[in-house]
């Protein structure tokens, strides 16, 4: 960086799949960065680089001006943020907290109102992309909470994403990756039901995507997983049982908003069958498991 006055203390809490390859991004960008992860050993490769250990969530939060977290599931953020001696007990007033775990909405409402009172802003910033556009930094990231404090954290979150859209107040980034998550939900099911498709007729299902991925089924999931599923490659970019986390997160949200959404619903009963058989480990792509048998196999 050219300047010392941009280089902050910044704080990572959760050094899993994703949050490795954006804490060093962080590291990167010249901050001085202090980290913390439950398994101790999966931020070794970053404190060799420079980054300072700390071993709680809450002492990297009284060491840091800026903190990210990317941990597992709500309960995790929960208990991370609002547990005792946890990240908004011990953060420095002033300080601004982003959560970039896929979380609940009304967990992050909560979060925020409670550091509030602290001083503490908080920004609830869930992201899309997966383990490719964290190695990249081509994340696309969902931000809810006060402008303000969005203000502040935009250029660190310029060294992890590209797509950074500030949504709403408290709430908002979750709603939105949500949404994300809704729509992947069911393109997971039609691009497994058309690579079936495809084999049953007899057609090279490789030749077939060749053509239907530059028109309008194109996606993601069509043109990057359908390979994948072809070549029974299902190591994971992100995890079926932190997708199917998501989907429960999505459908709670959706009842308590009185919207039935049934195409999620069997997405979710579909993935959740797939966790059952052992699977629940590998990427989501390893939905086409369930339609192996009807596709040549």
Known sequence: ???????????????????????????????????YNRTKG????????GAVWHDS???????????????????????TYL??????????????LIDMTTSSPTLAVEIAAKAAQKGVRTLDAPV??????????????????????????????????????????????QHTKMSNQIAIASTMIAVSESLAYAKASGLDAGRVLSSIGTGAASSFALNVLGPKMLAD?????????HFIKDMSIAI????????????????????ETL????FGEEGTQAIYRLYEQHAGK
């Not at 966790?275 to 052992?278: D, E, P, V």
Request: charged share 20%.
């Open 233 to 241: 490659d299902y190591a994971p970019g992100f995890y079926v049982h």
């Open 1 to 35: 960086m050219n300047s010392t006055d941009s280089r902050k203390k910044v704080g990572f809490v959760g050094l899993g799949i994703m949050g490795r390859s954006m804490a060093g991004h962080i590291l990167d960008g010249g901050h001085e960065l202090h980290v």
């Open 128 to 173: 899309s992309g997966g383990d490719v556009g964290a190695k990249a930094g081509k994340l696309s990231i969902m931000v809810g909470g006060d402008e303000a404090a969005f203000n502040v954290a935009l250029p660190l979150l310029r060294l992890m994403g590209e797509n950074i859209v500030l949504q709403g107040g408290p709430g908002a980034g």
């Open 42 to 49: 999966k931020g070794a490769e970053l404190v060799a680089r």
């Open 252 to 271: 709670a949200e959706a009842e308590r908003m009185k919207l039935d959404l049934p195409g999620l619903a069997l997405a979710k009963r579909l993935y």
């Open 275 to 278: 966790a059952s058989s052992g």
């Open 83 to 96: 547990g005792a001696g946890g990240i908004v007990e011990r953060a420095k007033a002033g300080a601004v």
């Open 57 to 79: 969530a809450g002492e990297v939060a009284a060491a840091c001006d800026i903190l990210v977290t990317i941990v597992g599931y709500p309960k995790d953020v929960e208990e």
